[in-house]
């Protein structure tokens, strides 16, 4: 074959082989007779192979060393003693749940080692690592090591159907929750969660799963990153891919086609709640009179992070008559946010505050007659509607460098978002 490329000519050559053709060399076979023992010999020699037995279970929140014990199948007095003495050992059986614990017992109930997973004792690394606290029998008794390792992302698919509600709809997919407010996040530049989700509307999930030793944890939500989504909102598909642009140092949801889904304000400064009050005129519960609302009420529990929307400098953050605590956030462009009716303030002013940062969490002071936000968003000093001022704000943009790795990464993630489609609880489970 012969290819001219730019001028030159290219020439493709065969290549004997220097290995002596395998056919030609001589054959020879060989017989062994195998003993192999009789029925006899093997039941007696599985007799005296030692039995181990492994279970596994999750820590109550009133489990005593001796339930605990006994739901793993562990019938050991030394080892109880051990866990309600030893100071380390007595973590596991501390009144908090849902710690992974795994044992290994002889035959007898004898307890050969046993392995507890929680959430990192450090509070600022709970996200990020796992405590392993390790009870193994010794010749001096049992023996105790705490030890701290990173959890570790592992690619999950999911898919569900909407009948009811997207949490609904995420539980019947076994879901964790995280998933279905990471969904809302994603998409609700273009969906609106409250009022435009349709019976039969559809969605399925790339997503990273924690695992503690490849075993995936069962706090935190258990989940990472959505990596690849897609939406589709009365017969309106929307996809999204998670893209980390290395030049800007940021991360953010691209469509298939490179098109920003993340704008510069987030719909909301809560995860997701309940509207009770939008922009426009209400009765006020306090003055007992029809007035202008110049924001919207979010409802949510004391205690709810508040999260800023948009890059900012804060300019105010303190007490001030019926806003109570509140926050204010310069941005650019002559844009400002109020969160107001604070039970805590996490910023200082003249500190700058990234999308998405906590800034505070939800309450009910000042003129509040519940726990709940009272969010706020002016243009040049003007009140506006913050879902409208949302979508109509400018998107975030891949550099030209970046592109190129970008759409390998989508190639990628269309795939698995179409092997995530094949799911049971996708469309052919829609009634």
Known sequence: ??????????????????????????????????????????????????????????????????????????????AASHLRRDRDARRIIDGQGNKMVQARTDADGSLIELVAR???????????????????????????LLETAPLMPQTRLGSGTIRSSLWAAADDAQLPDAIASQLIEIFSGDVDFHRELRRGDTFSVVFEA?????????????????????????????????????????????????????????????????????????????????RAHNGVDYSAPTGTPVRVVGDGIVDLAGRQNGYGN????????????????????????????????????????????????HFEFRVNGQFQDPLTIARASETIQIDAA?????????????????AAETMIGFRGNAE
């Open 210 to 290: 924690l695992t503690a030793d490849d075993q995936p944890i069962t706090w935190n939500d258990a989940t990472g990153r959505i990596v690849a989504a897609e939406f589709v909102n009365h017969g309106r598909e929307l996809q999204a891919v998670w893209f980390h642009d290395a030049a800007k140092g940021k991360g953010a949801y691209f469509a298939p086609d490179g098109k920003s889904l993340q704008r510069a304000f987030l719909a909301s400064p809560l995860a997701f709640s309940r509207i009770t009050s939008g922009f426009a005129q209400r009765f006020h519960p306090i003055l007992q009179s029809w």
């Open 402 to 418: 970046a592109k190129p790795r970008f759409e390998q990464l989508a190639q990628v993630a269309m795939k698995q978002l179409d």
């Open 326 to 373: 509140v926050v204010q956030v310069q941005h650019a462009n002559g844009r400002s946010t109020l969160y107001a009716h604070l039970s805590r303030i996490d910023v200082r002013q003249g500190q700058r505050v990234e999308q998405g940062q906590s800034i505070g969490a939800v309450g009910a002071t000042g003129w509040a007659t519940g726990p709940h936000l």
């Open 118 to 144: 929680f959430p990192a004792l450090d509070s600022q690394r709970a996200k990020t690592h796992f405590t392993r606290l390790t009870i193994s029998r010794s010749d001096a008794g049992f023996r105790t």
């Open 1 to 78: 074959m012969l290819l001219s490329l730019g001028g030159f000519a290219v020439t493709a050559f065969g290549i004997a082989p220097l290995a002596p053709d395998a056919a030609t060399l001589p054959k020879r076979v060989v017989v062994e007779q195998l003993e192999v023992a009789g029925l006899t010999e093997q039941l007696d020699a599985l007799a005296q192979h030692p039995l181990q037995l492994d279970r596994h279970d999750v820590t109550r929140a009133g489990d005593t060393a001796d339930s605990l014990l006994r739901r793993l199948g562990v019938l050991d007095p030394l």
